[in-house]
């Protein structure tokens, strides 16, 4: 698209100009912006430059940190620094079934791993590059002139790392004049794989807020399993694009069930998938009773441990899109 690419060789020439010689620091998530920030600075500046770092909180959904490596190679990443952190989120997490609790722990283990591997890389003198939005310039901004603040009110990481290099004017953010929809467009025009771009919004502190109570590495796995299945059940059906954000909840709950003879207590999980704008308010997607049959049926078949499947017809307001 004309206007996107000339957005794009605008910015490419911004960033260029701001990050002069200095090597820049991207912290991938994952999920559309901070990828498609990657994206940018990979076109901009040399490959040698641009340092991309992903940690892996072992709260990801099932084959996550594959495809993000996957997704960033490809676009042409040489310094893609894949973190396994997996310990230093999952132990504290340990016996916490608080879910501010649980939020506090990952903020802060995000600080501390954060801090750690930049340090260890070397790179502490970096810029640092970042993907705020339009809309995360204004909702901030109000009534501090424009000196914006970065995150959304529950994205968790106050990050001390961010606060330091905005009052060292050692920003860039690529993407502070567009809307979700430009960030996807501005995507695709980078050439970043669509399935990348359209995916659905995914919370910062991961399954960790989908798994209700207490976190274990046995409860991970059985979500990862079920979300799997939700969400290529969706695409496979062609509705996955019709949802603004679609996934499964594990609940703290066994319930009776039947297998063969015997009388067995599985977890039971809930589907949750909702049309929004902007997250803000949330409707439930209508499905047809026959597709909410089918998935469930396969989850309870292929994911041992699940024995009852609930879908929540809950809106926004008065529930929340996440249940905790
Ligand atoms: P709620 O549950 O508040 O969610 O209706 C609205 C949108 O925000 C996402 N969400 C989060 N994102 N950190 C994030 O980065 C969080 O702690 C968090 N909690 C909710 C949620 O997935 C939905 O898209």
Not at 22 to 40: A, E, F, N, Q, R
Not at 224 to 232: C, G, K, L, N, W
Request: net charge negative; proline share 4%; hydrophobic share 40%.
């Amino acid at each position: 698209e004309w206007n996107m690419h000339m957005y794009m060789e605008e910015a490419a020439e911004d960033i260029r100009k701001q990050a002069g010689s200095k090597p820049v620091l991207l912290l991938i998530s994952g999920g559309v912006d901070s990828t498609v920030v990657g994206g940018m600075l990979l076109k901009s500046l040399p490959h040698d430059q641009v340092h991309l770092m992903y940690i892996d909180t072992g709260l990801m959904r099932k084959n996550e940190s594959v495809k993000v490596e996957k997704t960033l190679k490809a676009l042409g990443a040489t310094h893609l620094h894949i973190i396994h952190a997996e310990k230093d989120f999952l132990d504290p997490l340990e016996g916490v079934s608080d879910p501010e609790k649980k939020r506090e722990i990952i903020g802060d283990a995000f600080i501390r791993v954060q801090e750690r591997e930049i340090a260890r890389l070397g790179v502490e003198n970096s810029i640092l590059a970042q993907g705020t939005l339009y809309t995360d310039m204004i909702e901030s901004g109000k009534g501090v002139g424009n000196k914006a603040k970065v995150i959304k009110s529950h994205h968790n990481v106050r990050s001390p790392l961010v606060e330091r290099k905005r009052e060292q004017g050692l920003i860039i953010e690529p993407l502070s004049k567009l809307y979700k929809d430009e960030v996807r467009a501005l995507g695709i025009e980078l050439g970043i794989d669509p399935d990348v771009v359209n995916r659905h919004p995914f919370p910062g502190p991961g399954l960790a807020v989908r798994i209700i109570g207490e976190i274990t590495r046995e409860k991970l796995q059985i979500l990862r399993e079920a979300d799997h299945i939700f969400i290529s059940e969706l695409k496979a059906r062609g509705l996955y694009h019709n949802i603004w954000q679609a996934f499964v909840v594990l609940l703290p709950v066994r319930s009776v069930g039947v297998t063969g003879d015997a009388r067995e207590y599985g977890y039971v999980c809930s589907l949750r998938a909702i049309i929004s704008r902007d997250g803000m308010t949330a409707d439930v997607y209508p499905f047809e009773m026959n597709d909410l049959l089918e998935i469930s049926s396969r989850i309870t078949n292929q994911v041992r441990h699940i024995g009852r499947v609930a879908y929540d017809i809950s809106s926004k307001p008065p529930a929340t899109i996440e249940w905790e």
